[in-house]
């Protein structure tokens, strides 16, 4: 199975890479990366990866103490400083996107098919546990609005079952050739036959001709 750094992801980050070239750079799939490599890393959120980003840069160029020195008068601050230009975003930035179950896919579907985004978000922030039981709609119950206005407005991405995540670092051990991965897959599929269990892709269906 290919193997992640949490400190070569950080430094990759920290050079401006977006989290989809990181996963790439390492190796790995963005899949993998949201659904099992941040998660073991403790980043669970976007915030917490701005925080360790940072922390990443601070701890690789510690800024010297120098001693203090008078603060500039009022008005020389205002003749030094200059207009802010915000830069236009590069073709590699992208947008975070919230990571739902899959009931709550279904349920933005279902209750999207009879209504439109705008009118589906004021519903919900009129009564965020409203949601009628024993419909799809349910489990929106609980969601906060503002993780409902963000999935709506720049989409989401559907949490794996421990199936599909299983699968995703199955394939992405292929990246990397080597008899260790090879021996790997074989113990995943040797560790299905005796649970019973059948995945498409590792011991069913497609699979490589290894098996």
């Not at 103490?65 to 802010?84: H, L, Q, R, S, Y």
């Amino acid at each position: 199975m290919a193997k992640a750094s949490k400190n070569d992801y950080l430094k990759l980050r920290a050079e401006a890479l977006s989290r989809s070239n990181a996963a790439k750079k390492l190796g790995i799939t963005p899949n993998s990366l949201n659904s099992y490599w941040l998660p073991k890393w403790g980043i669970n959120s976007i915030e917490a990866e701005e925080v360790a980003i940072a922390r990443f840069k601070e701890s690789r160029d510690p800024q010297p103490k120098e001693d203090p020195t008078p603060a500039d008068p009022v008005e020389e601050v205002a003749a030094k400083t200059e207009p802010f230009i915000q830069e236009e975003s590069g073709e590699d930035d992208e947008l975070y996107k919230p990571v739902l179950t899959k009931a709550e896919d279904e349920a933005i579907k279902y209750l999207l098919s009879g209504w439109g985004k705008q009118e589906l978000l004021q519903e919900h922030a009129k009564s965020p546990l409203g949601w009628k039981s024993g419909t799809p709609a349910e489990a929106l119950n609980g969601m906060s609005v503002w993780l409902l206005a963000q999935a709506l407005i720049t989409g989401y991405e559907v949490e794996l079952t421990t199936e599909e995540t299983l699968l995703a670092i199955y394939q992405d051990s292929y990246s990397i050739k080597s008899e260790h991965n090879t021996g790997w897959r074989a113990g995943v599929r040797w560790a299905l036959s005796i649970l019973g269990k059948e995945i498409e892709g590792i011991n069913v269906g497609s699979v490589s001709k290894e098996a």
